[in-house]
């Protein structure tokens, strides 16, 4: 006995033969996936930049392949349940149209998704600002980008809003730090000090691309001579540099004897 819909009997087959193409439709876009995944189309000296706009293309062409396949077993079933394929394709155009006024932000979003991998404006492994949440691009799709910070919290912007963003990596960052240095210490020590500093650190520093750049005298605060010393970094490193020269300025002036000012509480008796 077979089941009845609309008053019409329902062969077997129809029930079949639908879910064995969708099977096979998800067997077939693993596959894709999985090939894509296995392209290796880096070499050793490729910049971490290439690198990062093959993995965002590979993305995009996983992305595209499940549309596609989606799409074809969509119109297959269709033609298998006897409805015609060929005007519901010819009736496009109105459809489209139809479609755009129903779907407009979908439109938006797959039209932001194509220019944003097509003009590179950010690639996955890149640090963003989107109105003021700041992270690292994890995933790009034709609809949505997905956004990590630092916390751990993922945020998922569709594309067509993705218009007003800050890219950290498109070019290197500079550390800077301000050394505090108390008014009593000489001035000749002061350069000795700091020529001792860089002939230690230059080319020992994470992540750094120039060498170190003493800017001179920044500030004359109420208790010190306040110098500028910056160096040039990969994109988003500047805060872990910053963190080591510190680190090295306070041993190199200890060792030398340069003080380094800090806030005194004097308390006077009343007697």
Known sequence: MFPYIFGKKIQLALIIVPLIKVALGIIIFRIIKKIVKKMSFTKNNLKTTQKQK???LKQMLINISRY?????????????????????????????????????DLAKDLIAGVTIIAEGEYEIGDVIEVDGFMGEVIFISLRTTRIRN?????????????????????????A????????????????????SL?????????????????WGVNE???????????????????IATERFLRK?????????????PYTQIEVHNGK
Request: aromatic share 8%.
């Open 248 to 260: 090295e300025i306070k041993k190199e002036f200890d060792k030398l004897g340069i003080k380094i």
């Open 68 to 104: 596609i396949i989606i799409i074809l077993v969509g119109i297959s079933i269709m033609s298998d349940f006897g409805i015609n394929v060929k005007s519901i394709l010819a009736g496009l155009g109105i459809g489209t149209a139809i479609l755009g006024l129903a779907f407009n």
């Open 220 to 238: 004359l605060s109420d208790s010190s001579v306040i110098y500028r010393v910056v160096v040039e970094t990969k994109p988003m490193q500047h």
């Open 150 to 174: 630092f916390k751990g919290a993922t945020k998922v912007i569709a594309n067509h809003y993705m218009d007003n963003i800050i890219n950290y990596s498109a070019n290197n960052s500079l």
């Open 176 to 195: 800077v730090v301000d050394v505090s240095i108390a008014y009593e210490n000489k001035e000749e020590d002061i350069e000795k000090a700091f020529e």
């Open 54 to 56: 093959i993995e965002t």
């Open 198 to 214: 860089f002939e230690r650190l230059n080319g020992n520093i994470p992540n750094a691309t120039k060498k170190l750049e003493l």
